[in-house]
Nanobody, 126 residues
């Protein structure tokens, strides 16, 4: 599975962005996908996860209620809708594929994921 994140940009606080994670490979739909973010000088942190079937979603407390993750397996794409953005949401956002196919549950560690896409920069101005 190869992944490519896109959709980042510059937005004012309170604004919205939608990130996309496009995947290649027929096995995409068998893997849960996670979003992570990394601010320079900080560790990469978990943001959200969606199960392989799309029925289970998980969020970090810092984004719960503001971000929504979804997937379109027909388009091999996972989305992260980000609303009410705050300056502290500024980071490079990465999508990643679970290490194991058909795995259920909330997995938020970096080593739970194997395939990583290039990141997309989100900058939220105050």
């Amino acid at each position: 599975v190869q992944l490519q994140a896109s959709g980042g940009g510059l937005v004012q606080a309170g604004g919205s962005l939608r990130l996309s994670c496009a995947a290649s490979g027929r096995t995409f739909r068998t893997y849960a996908i996670g979003w992570f973010r990394q601010d320079p000088g900080k560790e990469r942190e978990f943001v959200s996860r969606i199960g392989w079937s799309g029925t289970s979603t998980y969020y970090a407390d810092s984004v719960k209620g503001r971000f929504t993750i979804s997937r379109d397996n027909a388009r091999n794409t996972v989305y992260l809708e980000m609303n009410s953005l705050k300056p502290e949401d500024t980071a490079v956002y990465f999508c990643a594929s679970d290490r194991l196919a058909f795995r259920s549950g909330n997995y938020s560690r970096l080593d739970d994921y194997f395939y990583w896409g290039q990141g997309t920069l989100v900058t939220v101005s105050s």
